[in-house]
Structure formats: C-alpha cells, structure tokens
C-alpha cells in the first residue's frame, strides 16, 4: 500500500470513529456544615455556625446550570439557558432535578459579611441542545474573591464541564448590591438567560441604629437604614437569538436586538403576578416576581443591577423621590473634610429622579414613603420604546410600588 492509499484508509477510519465525549466528573457538593442541617426559608443556604475559635459563620448553596424555558408577558415560551437552585437535594437526583430545570433570572444569592460562602456548580447539560458540550462557570461580578480560581473568567479559572461539578469559596468581606452571571461565552450565555441577582448584608444589620435595625452598608448613622427591600434586575432578550440557538443556527451576534425588557425576568403585567410563571413543559422556570410593596411611612430598598448585554435603561418612579446611596457596591460617601470620624467621611448620597444603568452596573436606591400619599406607583423605563412585549403595545420593563 502506498502512502497516498495508507492515508485514504486512515482518514475513512477517522470518519467513522464515533465523536470524542466530554469526562464526566460526577456531581458532588461540598459544605462544612454538618449532614442534615435544613435549608434557612429566609437565604435559601444551608447555614451554620461552626465551633471555633474563632466561630466560623458559614453559608452554603447548590446551583445547576443547564437548559430549559422561560414564558414571556405575550405567552410565548422562548428556550433559555440557566441556573436552577439544588440547594437540599441529593447529589445522586442534581442530573435528574436539574435537566431542562433552568430559571430566570437565576436563584438569588443572599450573603451575609463576614461568612465563608460556599457555591457548588454542578452542570447538568443541554437537553434540548445535547450537540452543545458547553462549559459553565460563576462569576460573581465585582465581589473580591478568595483566590483566582474561583473567579469563574475562564482564561484564568475552573470551568465546569458537562455531568461534572465544582464548589467556589469566598469569604464575603464587603456588603452591597452585585450579581453573578456565567463567564463561558460570556455574550451567547448572558443573553440566553444565565445571570441572577446577588447582594451582602452588612455586619452591621442587627443593630439598632435611629430606629432600624436593617440597612444596605455599614454606614454608623442608620442613614441606609430600610424597613423592607426588593431586588430589581435588568435584561431583555432578542428571540431570532434564542431562536437560533434552539435551532442550531449561525448566532445573530451583530444583529443582536432585544425587544422583551424585563424586570427579574417578567414584562408587564406578569412583572405583578406574585406567584411562579409556569412554561410549556409543566416547570416553574420564573419565581421571582417585580411586586413592590409597603405600608406608608416605610422606607424601601431597591437593589437595582442590570446584566443586559445590548442597551442602557434608565428607570424612574412616578411620584417618588429616590435617593441613592450606593453605586456599583459601594457606598456613596468621600472624605470628611474634618478629618477621621465615626461616620468615615462625607455623605455623598443624592436624590433624583431616575437612574441609569449598562450592562454590569448596581445602585442602590431609597424611596421614603412617608411624604407621599398611599396607592399604587409605577417604576417603568423611560426608553418608551422598551414599554412593550415583542409585538405587544404595551407591557415590558413595568412594574408597581403599592403603598398601603
């Protein structure tokens, strides 16, 4: 056999050898707290205190990454990729529980400063996709994190591949509003619906400060002190993109154009229904609603971020001052032109009437409703033209504060 013969007859071989499959690791969580230590109802981690000294503060969470699909306000159910919360379950039922489970947004991460968090990815494949042998990673956006690896950039971390699992360690040191997305093919992830909301709670929640014991940074004073709070994240979805991706067609990167805005995943009027939207295949994919409510006099929290990968929004609320007091996790205030002192420098908050925000930003906002008579108010995007589900002529990113 000659050379150009021997080739012919190893390139044949090469093309009926079955394609190469991805390794699979196993699902496998870990968390220091002991077996058996329930889910708390108000973070959904499973939290503990483990003896010391010192005492460690610990917090645990499971997430699944994986396919599914979400129901937009005009009912049209669009394929999605997600996050689903596994949080309590077996690792041997993580496959089944997860497959075709994604959410959106995401299952909200709620920490608190000072715990050791621990963040179990496990990724559980594309049912609708099963060509796709995409990796998947946490990247919690802007938060100081233990050590590179556990950034979740690909180029300098751990990706997590298909049927495999990987636990992230961070010591939560610094409070405010973030957010966490998947970093693998950050603009084809992030559209298609994996992202959710995040924020720390200070150390000093707890104590009493000026009549409230709740606020959004360890101010000294109580000046972010609220009474009851809300996570509003932004992101709109372009469906010839979701479509495409369901289909396995060329991804219209270029012509990438989002005509469902959305407020915790829900255009109006679904941003006011209060319980899960349900899709096609019988599955809760959105449980967090836009509702925002109060009882005259209270002051409330809004911890906004928008993780929209195409447009700026500015959001305002009819009626309402807002005054922000943080931008970007950070709380507004500067040095104290007096020098050193219990309040560690100079409030630098603001009161306006709207706020805008790109892609990767948070701010947080107070509205005081003591000055304002009670009824319904409607926190809305300005950019009219995002006041619209797809087609619909009315609808998108819209919700209402109800004041009692």
């Known amino acids: ?26 699902v496998y969580s870990q968390c220091p707290c002991p077996p058996g230590t329930p889910v708390s109802p108000e973070t959904g981690n499973i939290e503990c205190t483990l003896p010391g000294p010192p005492a460690q503060d610990v917090a645990c969470k499971h997430l699944a990454a994986g396919d599914g699909f979400v129901k937009m306000a005009d009912g049209r159910d669009m394929y999605c990729f997600g996050f689903s ?24 991460i709620d920490v608190r400063e000072g715990q050791d968090f621990y963040l179990t990815l496990s990724n559980v494949g594309m049912a609708i996709r099963p060509d796709l042998f995409d990796p998947h990673t946490v990247h919690f956006h802007g938060l100081a994190n233990a050590a590179t690896v556990f950034d979740g950039e690909p180029m300098a971390s751990i990706s997590v591949n298909m049927g495999s699992s990987l636990t992230y360690y961070y010591r939560v040191a610094e409070p405010g509003t973030y957010m966490y997305h998947c970093h693998v093919e950050a603009t084809e992830h992030m559209q298609m619906g994996m992202l959710a909301n995040l924020y720390v709670r200070p150390a000093q929640d707890g104590t009493p400060i000026n009549g409230y014991t709740r606020f959004a940074y360890n101010d000294g004073d109580g000046s972010t002190g609220y009474d009851v709070f809300f996570p509003i994240q932004i992101h709109s979805f372009d469906p010839n993109f979701h479509d495409a991706d369901e289909t396995i067609q060329p991804l219209p990167f270029a012509a990438m ?3 469902y805005p ?12 209060a319980g ?4 096609k295949n019988g599955n809760a994919a959105q449980k967090l609603d836009s509702r925002i409510t109060a009882t005259h006099g209270q002051k409330i929290l809004l911890r906004v971020s928008s993780l929209a990968t195409v447009d700026f929004y500015t959001l305002t609320v009819l ?6 007091i943080g931008k970007d996790a950070r ?15 100079k409030d630098l908050y603001y009161d306006t009437q709207s706020i805008t925000l790109g892609g990767g930003e948070s701010t947080d906002v107070l509205l005081d409703t003591s000055g304002v008579s009670p009824g319904a108010y409607f926190l809305y995007v300005t950019n009219l033209n995002n ?3 797809d087609a619909e002529d009315y609808g998108g990113m819209m919700t209402e504060i109800t004041i009692n």
Do not use: E
């Not at 919360?85 to 909200?108: E, Q």
């Not at 959305?262 to 229904?273: A, F, H, I, K, S």
């Not at 899960?276 to 899709?279: A, E």
């Not at 009626?319 to 922000?324: A, I, N, S, W």
């Open 1 to 26: 056999m000659n050379m150009r013969n021997l080739a012919v007859f190893l390139c044949s071989i090469l093309f009926w050898l079955p394609p190469a499959s991805p390794s699979f690791g196993g």
């Open 85 to 108: 919360d596994m949080t309590g379950v077996m690792d041997d039922m993580v496959m089944h529980d997860g497959m075709l489970n994604a959410n959106f947004p995401g299952p909200v």
């Open 257 to 259: 154009k989002d005509v």
């Open 262 to 273: 959305m407020l915790n995943g829900r255009g109006y009027p679904d941003t006011l229904n």
């Open 276 to 279: 899960d939207l349900v899709n």
């Open 319 to 324: 009626g309402l001052p807002m005054k922000v």
């Open 331 to 345: 709380l507004l205030r500067g040095p104290d032109p007096d020098g050193p002192g219990p309040l560690q420098g």
């Open 387 to 389: 006041l619209s589900n």
